[in-house]
């Protein structure tokens, strides 16, 4: 059996057959969501992005300061409007933000912010400032949600190589995961004698020809779950289209995967793809510049495939990191674990624009550790995203959580 194909069956089964984790009674209420064909896509920027120089504050004084050898100049930059700009290899999300398509979030974080990659990245996968006593994610309890967890669906879907994070992670188990529809085949074993019959047994089983038993239902139930979510992946890889070109790298492959199942008509709730790297301590310069075009011209790909299939009433994209940067650069000409960063919402439902004000760069505002205080909950963007996206209420997935953001144009 190919690695992918033994993944993603292990997860479906995993997730169909043991509950796993212990039961989170705010997620498990009766009418917890209404069934809904929108869709989610989750882009991970794992690492530690740097906010600082992502959405610039150009004409600030105390930006050019802190960043003697980092700093970015108005000819480096697209300009939002007279004070902020993306640095100019982000051309593809730029459009998007020209179009009304893209919103700028600005100050994101939570309190008591942890530069721990581990715990930061915990916090914004769980949705809980205590991901210690966590052991669902968000998104998993969002597909534990009636309507989400609807038959025949696959709720949430990893794209990737990587390990599936504890953000799709729900009472039953991990999100299925593949990496390319190419290695999805019938598991059958060893490529022996005996491979033909294997291949005959375990469809019979799913079928139900074989005889039956309690346990031996329980195992078909199951096998019969996994094998159809598998071959809902492979249906929709068949049937769908992308004509834009993407980047050369594993975001670029993920991001095109992803709008061929859209286009393909997967029944899937959520999509999550990580793009690594963004821990930049030093020479950050040169390797910024390439990770962040990376993501613009990927997304820019991703979204007009989405635009071309009709879809894009149905797609919102949201885009964050654990933690943005220190404001003053390093020795090494990098940076080191900050605080509040921006997050990035796209999609044909998003209000485009610029949310929030840009973080105070001046001493008095700076939080203990130097750092820029956070203006924005994440948690409310979560929010948002689960009741004017989803349908959802968002204290069945996150509990206790702040007011949602009006990120979502009303008729959404």
């Not at 993603?8 to 089964?13: D, P, T």
């Not at 498990?28 to 869709?39: E, F, I, K, N, S």
């Not at 020795?331 to 605080?339: F, K, P, V």
């Amino acid at each position: 059996m190919n690695s992918t194909r033994r993944q993603f069956l292990s997860a479906a089964l995993g997730a169909a057959a043991v509950p796993l984790l212990p039961r989170h009674s705010f997620a498990r209420a009766a009418a917890l969501g209404p069934a809904t064909d929108r869709v989610l896509v989750l882009v991970d920027l794992a690492g530690g992005n740097d906010g600082l120089n992502t959405v610039v504050p150009f004409r600030n004084e105390r930006y050019q300061a802190l960043r003697p050898t980092l700093r970015l100049a108005a000819s480096d930059l697209l300009a939002l409007d007279g004070e902020l700009g993306l640095r100019r290899e982000m051309r593809g999300l730029k459009e998007l933000y020209d179009r009304g398509r893209m919103a700028v979030v600005q100050g994101v974080g939570y309190p008591g912010p942890d530069r721990s990659h581990f715990r930061s990245s915990d916090i914004w996968h769980t949705g809980s400032l205590a991901p210690e006593s966590a052991t669902t994610g968000w998104i998993g309890r969002l597909c534990g949600c009636e309507g989400i967890a609807a038959p025949a669906r696959t709720p949430a879907l990893m794209l990737g190589s990587g390990k599936v994070p504890i953000l799709l992670v729900g009472e039953r188990g991990p999100a299925p995961q593949i990496d390319r529809i190419e290695s999805l085949s019938l598991p059958t074993g060893p490529a022996d004698a005996g491979a033909a019959a294997r291949g005959d047994a375990m469809r019979a089983l799913a079928r139900g020809a074989a005889p039956s038993a309690p346990a031996l239902d329980f195992l078909r139930g199951t096998s019969r779950a996994a094998h159809e979510a598998a071959a809902q992946v492979e249906r929709a890889a068949a049937q769908g289209r992308t004509d834009s070109a993407y980047p050369a790298s594993a975001l670029g492959s993920e991001l095109k995967l992803a709008a061929q199942l859209l286009a393909g008509g997967l029944d899937c709730s959520a999509y999550y793809v990580q793009q690594p790297g963004y821990d930049t301590h030093a020479f950050q310069a040169p390797v910024h510049a390439l990770l962040l075009q990376d993501l613009s011209d990927a997304l820019a790909a991703f979204w007009s495939d989405v635009e071309a299939a009709g879809a894009a009433h149905r797609v919102v994209v949201l885009v964050w990191s654990e933690f943005g940067r220190r404001l003053a650069e390093n020795g090494s000409q990098g940076t080191d674990h900050g605080a509040a960063a921006p997050v990035f919402l796209i999609g044909g439902a998003v209000k485009g624009g610029i949310v929030g004000a840009h973080p105070s760069l001046e001493e008095r505002d700076l939080d203990p550790e130097r750092d820029a205080r956070f203006s924005v909950d994440f948690r409310s963007i979560y929010a948002a995203l689960l009741e004017d996206w989803i349908g959802v209420p968002a204290r069945l997935v996150l509990g206790e959580a702040p007011a949602k953001l009006p990120l979502l144009r009303r008729e959404a």
